[in-house]
């Protein structure tokens, strides 16, 4: 089982903490003196769908140099201000063979990234991958 709990620090700043025992500063407020929690979301993301990758590129024994992920999200337009289209870029460099890459992210999308599926109930998840030098 997962836990996590956040606590009021002041305006509209909260500190979490999760089962793992680290501590993550959100802010809820117009400020952004910190992460809000739907962009701790869409990091949740990029970082479920990134270790996928280089997790079965490393069993493919694909030898990467790097591998970067981001997203560039829109949401509904009134409450509840769900993600409704998300678009994902992948930054990988090294001599990964064409296919290897192609195959990690599709596994990621459609079978292993947890995040996704979930994000994917309200939200059309698109991508792109980039090949780096």
Not at 97 to 118: F, I, N, P, Q
């Amino acid at each position: 089982m997962t836990e996590s709990k956040v606590i009021w620090t002041d305006s509209d700043r909260f500190v979490g903490q999760a089962t793992s025992g680290h501590a993550l500063v959100l802010d809820a407020g117009e400020k952004k003196t910190a992460n809000s929690p739907m962009e701790v979301v869409l990091l949740g993301l990029c970082g479920c769908t990134a270790s996928d990758v280089v997790n079965i590129l490393r069993k493919k024994r694909e030898p990467f140099t790097s591998v970067e992920v981001s997203a560039k999200a829109e949401r509904a337009s009134g409450p509840p201000t769900v993600y409704t289209e998300i678009k994902l870029l992948y930054r990988v460099a090294g001599k990964v063979s064409r296919k290897a890459l192609e195959d990690a992210v599709h596994l990621s999308e459609t079978k292993y990234c947890s995040v996704a599926a979930m994000l994917g109930k309200t939200a059309k998840i698109s991508y792109e991958i980039e090949y780096v030098g």
